[in-house]
């Protein structure tokens, strides 16, 4: 009985952890969520039922309370840019059914790997931008300008480029879990211009509709544990919360870094585990 509530109490830690984070940076917590149980799946033998279509079943439940809180607490705030949002969600949504109907042929050393090195060329795109380089790659032609705290901001969007990318996101969401953020804020930042705390806020609304459609096809195939889906859930919704509250009291290039240095770590702990 204590072993089992050992493992609950770790749920819940996990589930408040992952949720901060993916709030706080815009990417949905799935980044930490998942190496964490990958790792215990290897190591402690409680949670031996922690396969990858689990855990990417569990993630993605989780992910939809982080984004539900966040998107909630980032919309009071006058933070999430809706419109581009929607534009986005058209390709992130099918591609989202279809990444996670792919999951289901994917062993445990293939997918520690494979989501290793997917941190890893993540991290490298906040790296190629440089210090006072702020031009987006792509000129879109769908111009928006956005006001946060007195201070405006402006930035273009491209439509055939954002529905190739979020229909890529969508997959690899479906895939493996991970929300998609983590792929979507950097894109964001890099190739439209969009500032970080934009981004990671309209970024969170779109992981909430992602989410539930990728965590909808998991139920279905019946990738999600319940007994502790449960734990995580509460959790998230208040590592959401908190996570959204520290975002507004950050500056961008801060929350840039801090996603810069997670991804790097991760990545390489994953590519280790996997090799091994």
């Given at each position: ?142 111009r928006r300008t956005f ?42 930042i890099l190739l439209f211009g969009y500032p970080a ?80």
């Amino acid at each position: 009985m204590d072993g089992i509530l050992l493992v609950y109490m770790i749920c819940i830690l996990i589930g408040m952890l992952t949720a901060f984070t993916g709030s706080l940076i815009g990417i949905g917590g799935g980044v930490i969520l998942i190496p964490t149980l990958l790792f215990l799946h290897k190591y402690v033998d409680a949670f031996a039922w922690a396969t990858p279509q689990m855990i990417v079943g569990v993630s993605l439940m989780v992910m939809i309370f982080t984004a539900l809180s966040s998107t909630i607490s980032y919309l009071k705030k006058g933070r999430v840019d809706y419109k581009t949002g929607w534009l986005f969600l058209t390709g992130s949504i099918p591609g989202g059914i279809a990444g996670s109907w792919i999951s289901k042929s994917v062993d445990v050393d293939q997918f520690t790997l494979y989501f290793g090195l997917l941190m890893i060329v993540i991290s490298l795109l906040f790296f190629l931008r440089r210090k006072g380089v702020t031009k987006p790659l792509i000129q879109g032609n769908k111009r928006r300008t956005f006001e946060i705290d007195g201070n405006t901001y402006e930035y273009s969007i491209s439509v055939i480029p954002a529905f190739i990318i979020s229909l890529t996101v969508g997959v690899l969401s479906g895939l493996f879990g991970i929300g998609g953020g983590a792929i979507m804020v950097p894109s964001m930042i890099l190739l439209f211009g969009y500032p970080a705390h934009i981004a990671a806020a309209t970024s969170m609304f779109m992981i909430l509709f992602i989410s539930t459609i990728s965590a909808s096809t998991h139920l279905i195939m019946g990738h999600v544990v319940w007994q502790y889906v449960l734990f995580f859930i509460p959790a998230a919704y208040i590592g959401g919360k908190i996570g959204a509250f520290v975002n507004q009291r950050l500056k961008g290039n801060t929350l840039e870094w801090v996603l810069r240095i997670l991804l790097v770590v991760i990545g390489f702990r994953l590519i280790f585990d996997g090799l091994t």
